[in-house]
């Protein structure tokens, strides 16, 4: 295969080329119905020019140059800290909205990052009860710590789902980070999502909305005190409204859905500092690194922070954030 796709233009592209064989003999290896079931061999092997393009070009603000470390990290000191909007998430992911699935159920998760749904779901649910997940992202970076996490994972922009095949899957998600898809590229993404979604299958597209508590976050703070500047566009209900109509769904529906940071300590000061920590990790606020207490006064004043003693004897520090999220049927 590998002479199969080393066609020409130098050594660099020879490079990618072998990367993508070897991601390609990864996947089949390790999950060989999966693969069989949703890669699209014939149009991998010959938009092996994307692939290069793609590694050549996929430093975002996710790579190791940007704050791609912190965020990593971040889900390493608190990795449950967004189980509350995950579960959510999966419920509108399946037909019935219940936490129930089999290794049959495939959801696609097009803005994957290393594969933070895929590991909730799988702390949180028996493997009895587990869907397969297809982790796809943009960045290279990303791609490659979920690959190393023996995770399925294939490194494709949202807008251009090449990997995949035509109705192949069962669901697929776009959450957290779905404001990194250019505006004027959104509605090829949302097609694209559908366009790989089996009849029947579940498309459900998560963000926070425009004007919002998040979106001012993201303006104000991260753009103050982040490592990244973070001017991207939120989404409005008519904007989410729209991409699902455009993408051909029936029976859209727009809700709000909670979606909290939760962390637990022993003590409320220790509970607070983690929170404050995972917020300056998550965010890569390099301006923040050493003020925690100030890191609290902002989370307060955007989006209020409880803290409540719980019955176990650990305290548990909260902050509230509600999410909107538009979901369909193919
Ligand atoms: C905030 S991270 C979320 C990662 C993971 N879902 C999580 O919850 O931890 C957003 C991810 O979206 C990816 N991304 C941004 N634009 C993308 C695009 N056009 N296509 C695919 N992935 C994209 C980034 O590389 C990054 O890994």
């Known amino acids: 295969m590998l002479q199969f796709l080393q066609i020409e233009v130098g ?3 020879s490079d990618s080329c072998y990367t993508l064989a070897k991601s390609f003999t990864y996947l089949y290896e390790n999950f060989p119905q999966l693969a069989h079931d949703v890669l699209e061999i014939e149009n991998i092997l ?6 290069f393009k793609l590694v050549q070009n996929s430093v975002n603000e996710f790579s190791e140059e940007g704050r791609g470390d912190d965020y990593i990290n971040s889900i ?4 449950l800290v967004r189980q509350e909007g995950v579960i959510e998430l999966l419920k509108l992911a399946n037909l019935e909205p219940t936490l129930s699935f089999n290794s049959d159920y495939i959801i696609g998760d097009f803005l994957a990052g290393d594969g933070y749904i895929e590991q909730i779901t799988n702390t949180l649910l028996p493997e009895s009860k587990r869907p397969s997940f297809i982790n796809s992202d943009i960045s290279h970076y990303m791609f490659q710590i979920c690959k190393d996490a023996g995770r399925f994972a294939v490194l494709q922009d949202a807008k251009d789902l090449y990997w995949l095949r035509s109705d192949s899957l069962d669901a697929g998600i776009f959450a957290y980070g779905t404001h990194h898809i250019p505006q004027i590229e959104r509605s090829q993404a949302a097609k694209e999502a559908a366009r790989v979604l089996k009849i029947g299958g579940r498309w459900v597209l998560h963000d926070f ?3 919002g508590p998040m979106a ?8 103050t005190f982040g490592k990244t500047r973070h001017d991207y566009p939120h989404f409005t209900c008519e904007e989410m409204l729209g991409l ?13 859905i909670s979606d909290p940071f939760v962390v637990q300590a022993a003590t409320e000061a220790e509970a607070l500092s983690l929170l404050a920590n995972y ?13 925690i207490n100030k890191t609290i006064e902002l989370l307060e004043q955007y989006f209020g922070v409880d803290v409540h ?13 509600n999410a909107l999220v538009c979901h369909g049927t193919k």
Not at 244 to 256: F, N, Q, S, T
Not at 279 to 286: A, D, E, F, R
């Open 11 to 13: 050594q660099e592209y």
């Open 46 to 51: 010959s938009r092996s020019y994307s692939f």
């Open 76 to 79: 390493k000191i608190c990795p």
């Open 209 to 211: 909305e425009e004007g």
């Open 216 to 223: 001012r976050w993201f303006r104000d703070i991260v753009n």
């Open 244 to 256: 699902a109509m455009d993408a051909g769904l029936r029976d859209v529906k727009l809700d709000y």
């Open 279 to 291: 917020v300056i990790k998550m965010y890569g606020l390099t301006g923040l690194s050493k003020e």
């Open 309 to 321: 003693h719980l019955t176990t004897g650990n305290y548990e520090a909260k902050i509230t954030r």
